[in-house]
């Protein structure tokens, strides 16, 4: 069975870094892109960032830009996000989710990536 367990949230203040990884198995990792999604209360799922398969090429929506930093391990099966400079409205749970095909998990893709995981909350207090 393919597998994405989210870890690494909790509650940070404004201002703090939280490191959140998503660890894949029951597929071949360095033939699939990743990308990090995150839903608040009461708000649309959006994408947040994202890393292709093939030359690790990255993406980001506007508003995290500067502040996050995605990353993947493909020893390790792992993509983690790095995020700093938090903000309350960074508040969410966030989701990694997999797929072949690079734009289907990037910040603006507009298809359902294949696979997801079970998400990890997010909590920015001011």
């Known amino acids: 069975d393919v597998q994405l367990q989210a870890s690494g949230g909790g509650l940070v203040q404004a201002g703090g870094s939280l490191r959140l990884s998503c660890a894949v198995s029951?597929?071949?990792?360095?033939?699939?892109?990743i990308g990090w999604f995150r839903q608040a209360p009461g708000k649309e799922r959006e994408g947040v960032s994202s890393?292709?398969?093939?030359?690790?090429?990255?993406a980001y929506a506007d508003s995290v830009k500067g502040r996050f930093t995605i990353s993947r391990d493909n020893a390790k099966n792992t993509v983690y996000l790095q995020m700093t400079s938090l903000k309350v409205e960074d508040t969410a749970v966030y989701y990694c989710?997999?797929?072949?095909?690079?734009?289907?998990?990037?910040?603006?893709?507009?298809?359902?990536?294949?696979?997801w995981g079970q998400g990890t909350q997010v909590t920015v207090s001011s």
């Open positions: 029951g597929l071949s990792f360095d033939e699939y892109s």
């Open positions: 890393i292709s398969n093939i030359d690790h090429r990255t």
């Open positions: 989710a997999a797929d072949i095909y690079p734009a289907v998990v990037a910040p603006k893709g507009t298809l359902k990536p294949t696979y």
